[in-house]
């Protein structure tokens, strides 16, 4: 698997997880509290910064008709469509702004792209990256169009199929697009653990041979933390500065403290998941010692014979290998041993 890049930034299964910060709808309509997001972002570990890129026009249609009003167990359950996202939206003419705020801050910013209009504001600024969310994933125009810019794309797969998944990746390569990765998703808000299956991901690195991360809309840093450890090498979260004022994405927001523990856990996650060796490490091997080993349990004359009473298989392990006790029993001592003393091939005649 080769990996991609973002901004200068290596992200693949060798490098430490790549952290990206949603900001998604938690500017509350505030500029000043999308920029101090983003500067909390990178003070707390951040490697990236995501925004949305759409408008509600873009989206959907001003209508009252039922098919426009949101019927399911969600947060914003009998919100009507166009106004959720007018509301939540982050106004294009904030995102030069926002993007030099998050470069000074040393943080790359990047957006989700909802359609083409996007793309072409996002390439004035020199957008690094796109992402594409996860019901847009069935979006294959929207997919090649990103990919067609040349800049890496990552894809989001909740609600995603295995055909859906791999008609995006199709998308992605028919645009040239090299630098692809997937996200594993689970696409409610927020999600429940136990619907995360985190297997998906070892079996869409094989299945797809891209980088794989995962889009965690759950509680806690947990998830995360496991998706690091059986791969991921791409973590997003959505963060926010405050539960108050709320706003379209905060009730599964992760707040500064919580998003300090997720870059924690999953660092040291990825720490944790070494490489497929054997034997001792090297902070291991003074431990060596603590194994079992052959030992003279009784003084053993020269010429007597080494018996399940004289010699045993104690700790520490300066003797033979508990292995080797048959090939020594009814043997003899080549001179006299003392109780204590380790048994070694050169005291066996």
Not at 174 to 187: F, M, Q
Not at 321 to 346: F, H, N, T, Y
Request: include cysteine; hydrophobic fraction near 40%.
């Amino acid at each position: 698997m080769d990996p991609i890049s973002i901004a200068g930034r290596r992200i693949g299964p060798d490098e430490p997880p790549y952290i990206i910060a949603e900001i998604s709808a938690n500017h509350g309509g505030s500029l000043e509290r999308a920029k101090r997001i983003v500067s909390l972002s990178a003070e707390r570990g951040a490697h990236a910064v995501k925004f949305q890129a759409y408008t509600a026009n873009s989206l959907t249609l001003d209508s009252d008709h039922p098919d426009f009003v949101i019927q399911a167990e969600t947060p914003w359950k009998g919100r009507r469509l166009h106004a959720l996202y007018r509301e939540a939206a982050t106004p294009y003419e904030w995102f030069p702004e926002l993007f030099a705020h998050a470069r000074a801050c040393g943080v790359t910013p990047f957006a989700s792209v909802f359609g083409l209009d996007a793309i072409e504001e996002l390439e004035r600024l020199g957008a690094p990256a796109y992402k594409i969310a996860s019901f847009e994933a069935v979006d294959l125009e929207l997919i090649e169009a990103c990919a067609r810019t040349g800049k890496p794309l990552i894809i989001s797969t909740g609600l995603c199929t295995l055909p859906e998944i791999a008609d995006a990746l199709s998308a992605a390569r028919r645009g040239s697009g090299r630098d692809v990765s997937l996200l594993r998703c689970n696409s409610a808000y927020p999600a429940d653990p136990s619907e995360a299956n985190l297997l998906a991901i070892p079996d869409m690195i094989r299945r797809f041979d891209v980088p794989i991360g995962y889009s965690d809309h759950t509680l806690t840093a947990l998830q995360a933390a496991v998706a690091v450890g059986l791969g991921a090498c791409i973590i997003e979260k959505h963060v926010i500065d405050a539960r108050e004022p709320a706003t379209a994405d905060s009730t599964f927001s992760s707040l500064p403290d919580q998003l300090d523990e997720l870059v924690r856990a999953c660092r040291t996650a990825f720490d944790a998941r070494g490489s497929a060796t054997y034997g001792p490490t090297e902070k291991e091997k003074h431990s060596i010692v603590f194994r079992r080993s052959l030992y003279a349990v009784e003084n053993i004359p020269t010429g007597a014979p080494f018996t399940r009473e004289n010699i045993r298989a104690i700790r520490p392990g300066r003797g033979l290998p508990p292995k080797e006790l048959g090939k020594v029993l009814g043997r003899q001592a080549r001179r006299a041993v003392s109780r204590g003393e380790p048994i070694l091939w050169d005291l066996i005649q």
